[in-house]
């Protein structure tokens, strides 16, 4: 009885390592084996606000999936959402414009960044964002919207012209429906330019809209 009890306990040991690793892209470089080697010592120190480890790796995926290059992240908190996109423009030679209010929390986020081995990949910067997105230069194709949520509809509005066709507009906490989600929601559900998914593996919610045509 004890022996089939030790063997259930490896069992279950086994697949959650299975889980975790699976969870993290396949290392192919020094690089990659740095940022897993990171991500993976500090994965359960992430707080202020922080996505989880599965959200990141879904940030992850579409910035690889399509391609992405030019990116831009509302709210880095302490930087984790912003290695795994950082990671994911690794891939793709691109760069990611990041923006926190915080002081504390943007000095923590640079911190991390160097530990991580992503800082080339970052333009972060310190501000309000209500200001300083709207001021944005140039052209996007990927948006990842983690800040005020009363704000969600507002920061689209403001990144919509500049994001190119083809481009995608994430938005995190979406699960919560509070009055500033449900607003931006209702907002860019409705617009035929775009089609609105949700990450259907995401507890916090991630909505992802596709710019599908300019209008």
Same mark, same amino acid.
């Given at each position: 009885?004890?022996?089939?009890?030790?063997?259930?306990?490896?069992?279950?040991?086994?697949?959650?390592?299975?889980?975790?690793?699976?969870?993290?892209?396949?290392?192919?470089?020094? #690089?990659?084996?740095?940022?897993?080697?990171?991500?993976?010592?500090?994965?359960?120190?992430?707080?202020?606000?922080?996505?989880?480890?599965?959200?990141?790796?879904?940030?992850?995926?579409?910035?690889?999936?399509?391609?992405?290059?030019?990116?831009?992240?509302?709210?880095?908190?302490?930087?984790?959402?912003?290695?795994?996109?950082?990671? %994911?423009?690794?891939?793709?030679?691109? &760069?990611?414009?990041?923006?926190?209010?915080?002081?504390?929390?943007?000095?923590? %986020?640079?911190?991390?960044?160097?530990?991580?081995?992503?800082? &080339?990949?970052?333009?972060? +910067?310190?501000?309000?964002?209500?200001? #300083?997105?709207?001021? #944005?230069?140039?052209?996007?194709?990927?948006?990842?919207?983690?800040?005020?949520?009363?704000?969600? @509809?507002?920061?689209?509005?403001?990144?919509?012209?500049?994001?190119?066709?083809?481009?995608?507009?994430?938005?995190?906490?979406? %699960?919560? +429906?509070?009055?500033?989600?449900?607003?931006?929601?209702?907002?860019?559900?409705?617009?035929?330019?775009? @089609?609105?998914?949700?990450?259907?593996?995401?507890?916090?919610?991630?909505?992802?809209?596709?710019? @599908?045509?300019?209008?």
């Amino acid at each position: 009885m004890e022996l089939k009890k030790w063997m259930a306990l490896f069992v279950l040991l086994l697949f959650a390592a299975a889980n975790v690793n699976a969870q993290y892209p396949p290392v192919e470089n020094k #690089l990659d084996k740095k940022i897993k080697a990171f991500l993976e010592d500090n994965a359960t120190n992430w707080r202020d606000m922080n996505v989880p480890i599965s959200d990141g790796k879904a940030l992850y995926d579409i910035i690889v999936k399509n391609g992405y290059t030019q990116a831009v992240e509302i709210g880095t908190s302490t930087g984790h959402s912003a290695i795994w996109i950082a990671w %994911a423009l690794s891939k793709t030679g691109g &760069k990611l414009v990041t923006i926190e209010i915080d002081s504390e929390r943007y000095l923590e %986020a640079q911190a991390n960044f160097k530990k991580a081995g992503v800082s &080339k990949y970052i333009d972060a +910067r310190l501000g309000d964002a209500h200001e #300083l997105v709207p001021e #944005l230069e140039g052209q996007y194709d990927f948006v990842f919207s983690d800040a005020d949520k009363f704000w969600y @509809k507002n920061y689209f509005i403001a990144l919509d012209p500049k994001l190119k066709v083809g481009g995608c507009f994430t938005a995190h906490n979406t %699960a919560m +429906r509070s009055n500033g989600i449900l607003e931006f929601l209702e907002y860019v559900e409705s617009l035929s330019n775009y @089609k609105t998914t949700f990450d259907e593996d995401s507890r916090e919610g991630i909505s992802i809209s596709y710019k @599908k045509a300019s209008k």
